[in-house]
């Protein structure tokens, strides 16, 4: 999946956690809420490789193999909450009141186009 799928993605993971928030306020009276996590862990199973292990493979060759194919989709979903973090941070420290945490994601998610070819997949090679 590409760096900037995979931003878009995490922005989508922001927004709704946003959205959850303010509706866990506004429903507190009403006891526990819903507690789904769709979009996490549909993330998860896009961006996490399916490994095929061999059957006589040793745990040594397991976990290598295990850490090369997981390592990259660690680092873009690694890479990805960062950015989105700063961007927010940025907003936060510079006193911004016209700008909603939601506008900033929204800008974010806009110029994540850009970002295009960023991936490890583009950069290997």
Do not use: C, W
């Not at 709704?16 to 303010?22: M, V």
């Not at 961006?47 to 060759?61: C, F, N, R, S």
């Not at 979903?77 to 994601?105: I, K, N, P, Y």
């Amino acid at each position: 999946m590409e760096q900037s799928e995979v931003l878009k993605r995490v922005i989508g993971i922001l927004t709704e956690a946003g959205d959850y928030r303010r509706r866990i306020e506004a429903e507190a009276e009403r006891g526990a809420p819903d507690t789904e996590i769709g979009i996490v862990t549909a993330l998860l199973n896009e961006t996490m490789p399916h490994i095929e292990i061999p059957a006589d493979a040793t745990p040594q060759e397991m976990a290598t193999l295990v850490a090369r194919e997981v390592g990259g989709a660690i680092r873009q979903l690694v890479a990805a909450f960062s950015l989105a973090f700063v961007a927010l941070a940025q907003v936060h420290d510079s006193g911004e009141r016209d700008m909603t945490s939601a506008d900033v994601l929204q800008d974010l998610a806009l110029r994540a186009e850009e970002l295009k070819g960023d991936g490890p997949e583009e950069s290997a090679g």
